[in-house]
């Protein structure tokens, strides 16, 4: 990265009204000590219900020549938000953070200079402790074992990240479905990849929009659009399932031609469940694969704008 580079720091907002002005005023104090770039500081509103589209605006007042903001309709979902973001960018590489100041502004230089070290692709902010709840930490964990975006010596994945224009700018271009895992995305463009350590404060004011539901709703769409982790699953039950017929009919012709035992009405019984809900759980499981194919077919865009300032 160059001394004169223009950097573009793109934040999905939900519901921030209480952090907004904070974030904004450290973001420009953060910069006006990285006095060799250019910024722009890009919110998009991520269908929020309090004041913070009027906060926004606002800033933009305040700050016109480096904040953009922009109003979806309704709520995309985080990563749907940043995939807009990317399209407003005219930075040279782009920085990614969430809007609760959990990540803080002024640890973006050590993004940066990780970036120049290495004349990396991609820098991943890695917290040196989370302050997330321990749902949502397993819910990560989940992702790194599940989806198929981790690095080949060592895992990263953090929503605070430094990435290359050139990479934002193919995503914009290619991946316009209505669901994207940017991690997983990125990760098919570039294994140029590396992690520095972050601090991750605690959450200041309200709390998480991250819902259990919507958390495991978010996971069960990674699971499905970027791993193939259950269609293997299939394949182990299909082949344990084999097996344990075969052991069991062994089995009973040996107790009928030894022993003259009738066959059992509840192994009858039973085998007949057990092979009935293993072929259900594979067919829940293909169709849901199925499901998702259609819902690509049908090019829903992944985002619809209200207003641009």
């Known amino acids: 990265m160059e001394g004169?580079?223009?950097?573009?720091?793109?934040?999905?907002?939900?519901?921030?009204?209480?952090?907004?002005?904070?974030?904004?005023?450290?973001?420009?104090?953060?910069?006006?000590?990285?006095?060799?770039?250019?910024?722009?500081?890009?919110?998009?509103?991520?269908?929020?219900?309090?004041?913070?589209?009027?906060?926004?605006?606002?800033?933009?007042?305040?700050?016109?020549?480096?904040?953009?903001?922009?109003?979806?309709?309704?709520?995309?979902?985080?990563?749907?938000?940043?995939?807009?973001?990317?399209?407003?960018?005219?930075?040279?590489?782009?920085?990614?953070?969430?809007?609760?100041?959990?990540?803080?502004?002024?640890?973006?230089?050590?993004?940066?200079?990780?970036?120049?070290?290495?004349?990396?692709?991609?820098?991943?902010?890695?917290?040196?402790?989370?302050?997330?709840?321990?749902?949502?930490?397993?819910?990560?964990?989940?992702?790194?074992?599940?989806?198929?975006?981790?690095?080949?010596?060592?895992?990263?994945?953090?929503?605070?990240?430094?990435?290359?224009?050139?990479?934002?700018?193919?995503?914009?271009?290619?991946?316009?479905?209505?669901?994207?895992?940017?991690d997983a995305a990125l990760n098919w463009y570039s294994t140029n990849i590396e992690l520095v350590n972050v601090k991750h404060d605690p959450r200041k004011y309200g709390r998480t929009g991250y819902t259990f539901m919507k958390l495991l709703n978010i996971y069960l769409n990674i699971m499905y659009y970027y791993s193939t982790k259950p269609l293997k699953v299939i394949i182990v039950l299909g082949l344990f399932s084999s097996l344990v017929s075969f052991v069991l009919g062994l089995r009973f012709i040996y107790r009928k031609l030894m022993f003259d035992v009738p066959l059992g009405y509840t192994s009858i019984i039973v085998a007949i469940m057990f092979s009935t809900s293993l072929i259900l759980f594979c067919l829940g499981v293909i169709g849901n694969y199925l499901y998702k194919l259609y819902q690509l077919q049908q090019n829903k865009p992944p985002y619809s704008i209200k207003k641009i300032i």
Not at 42 to 62: H, M, P, Q, Y
Not at 93 to 104: G, R
Not at 160 to 167: A, C, G, T, Y
Request: glycine share 4%.
């Open 4 to 182: 004169n580079s223009k950097i573009s720091v793109v934040i999905p907002v939900y519901n921030s009204s209480a952090t907004i002005s904070e974030l904004v005023d450290r973001l420009i104090k953060t910069f006006d000590t990285l006095t060799n770039y250019q910024y722009e500081l890009i919110f998009v509103n991520d269908g929020s219900t309090d004041d913070s589209w009027k906060l926004l605006k606002e800033e933009r007042a305040k700050y016109p020549d480096v904040i953009k903001a922009i109003n979806f309709t309704k709520n995309y979902g985080q990563h749907n938000a940043l995939l807009c973001g990317f399209s407003f960018c005219s930075g040279d590489f782009v920085v990614t953070m969430d809007d609760d100041l959990q990540h803080p502004p002024e640890e973006i230089f050590k993004l940066i200079e990780a970036q120049k070290l290495n004349n990396a692709d991609i820098v991943y902010g890695m917290p040196i402790v989370k302050q997330h709840s321990k749902i949502r930490n397993l819910g990560s964990l989940f992702i790194r074992k599940t989806s198929n975006y981790k690095r080949q010596t060592q895992e990263g994945g953090s929503s605070f990240r430094l990435i290359r224009r050139n990479l934002t700018n193919v995503l914009v271009e290619k991946h316009s479905q209505h669901f994207l895992f940017l």
